[in-house]
């Protein structure tokens, strides 16, 4: 089958042929139907040989939705042909968060070597993908392929930083999104979707932007250095309620830091590995400062259920496996409009 690889330190992914996979005892096949293209590749691709954390080749893709197409044994409750999306965070199922369906918080997944696709083992950006239990895969009812598969990880991990903040997001409550792009604009739809707050997206391109403001925004301003008494201008000078980093870079967490209210929260959910100072006097009183990851199993189910009734919409650009590394080369120049999914068998 084809795949597109990460192969070599420093080099652009390429299209392969690899094996097909073949399901072990427990163990699912699907025929992948769509796969998203996230940033957050892109970040992994540009890490140096040292210390970089997986083995080469790797097939890349932790986005992924497809259809059976093959049962190990033992596997109940799926059929060949069932439509269904991946849950990526893949953790040891035994322990006491995986017990709660929070894989992305697995207390053994480190210690026991075990990755999700597309980081660390082969991935979603191929014909076929190897699941490594039934319990990884949600039932995509009817939902486009397209659409859906970027909810696995641009729709669930916004979700799961919002819902943990949602006791704040009270009518007149001001939410920060930084970064309206793959993550973001899905976010702003969640924020509009799940709570009454006035959202404010902050972006440095007009584009994106605009964006923000299509999908539901109440402002949107410029991420620059008047970014921040914007936003305390808007709210009287008290700040906001919540501020949802999707950068993660210094001007954008000191930006997160200059606008957030007392008592308020920030979420660290961008990449870029800068730090938000915290101590007495450095924040506002009380404010909480954290770095969620990806999403709960019944998270993934509820951010589906938001699409279903049309509560949530990425916008998506399409792509054949072929003309994937095209994709991921767009990606990194900003030249994605919401999130790029590869369809391996278009």
Not at 5 to 15: F, K, L, S, T
Not at 20 to 46: F, N, R, W, Y
Not at 139 to 158: E, F, H, Q, R, Y
Not at 259 to 267: F, H, L, M, Q
Request: net charge negative; hydrophobic share 45%; proline share 8%.
């Amino acid at each position: 089958m084809k795949a597109l690889q990460y192969r070599a330190i420093g080099a652009a992914p390429e299209v392969v042929t690899v094996p097909d996979p073949e399901p072990g005892p427990g163990q699912v096949v699907l025929k992948v139907t769509a796969a998203g293209v996230c940033h957050s590749d892109i970040g992994m691709m540009g890490r140096p040989a040292e210390g970089f954390p997986y083995p080469l080749p790797l097939t890349l893709g932790h986005e992924g939705v497809g259809t059976v197409a093959a049962l190990g044994a033992g596997v109940t409750g799926l059929a060949e042909g069932d439509p269904v999306a991946v849950y990526g965070p893949w953790g040891c199922g035994g322990c006491a968060k995986c017990a709660e369906g929070k894989e992305n918080y697995c207390l053994r997944a480190a210690a026991l070597g075990i990755r999700p696709p597309g980081l660390g083992r082969p991935g979603s950006m191929a014909e076929y993908l190897l699941i490594d239990s039934a319990r990884h895969l949600v039932p995509i009812d009817g939902l486009d392929p397209v659409a859906t598969v970027p909810l696995t990880d641009a729709g669930l991990t916004p979700y799961h930083a919002i819902k943990r903040s949602l006791p704040k997001l009270v009518p007149g409550s001001t939410a920060v999104v930084i970064g309206a792009g793959g993550l973001g604009h899905v976010a702003i739809q969640l924020l509009r979707a799940m709570t009454p707050a006035r959202v404010v997206a902050l972006d440095v391109s007009e584009d994106k932007l605009r964006l923000a403001r299509e999908v539901g925004a109440h402002a949107a301003f410029p991420s620059d250095e008047r970014a921040a008494a914007a936003v305390r201008e808007l709210t009287g000078g008290l700040g906001a309620e919540v501020v949802f980093d999707f950068v993660g870079v210094k001007p954008t967490v000191r930006t997160a830091a200059a606008v957030v209210a007392v008592e308020g929260d920030i979420a660290l959910v961008g990449l870029g590995g800068a730090a938000v100072a915290v101590g007495f006097g450095r924040l506002p009183f009380e404010v909480s400062v954290t770095a969620p990851y990806w999403g709960s199993r019944s998270e993934l189910t509820e951010v589906l259920a938001l699409a279903r009734c049309g509560a949530v919409s990425v916008h998506t650009e399409t792509f054949t496996l072929d003309e994937a590394p095209v994709a991921y080369e767009r990606l990194h120049q900003g030249r994605i409009k919401g999130r790029a999914v590869v369809l391996p068998h278009g």
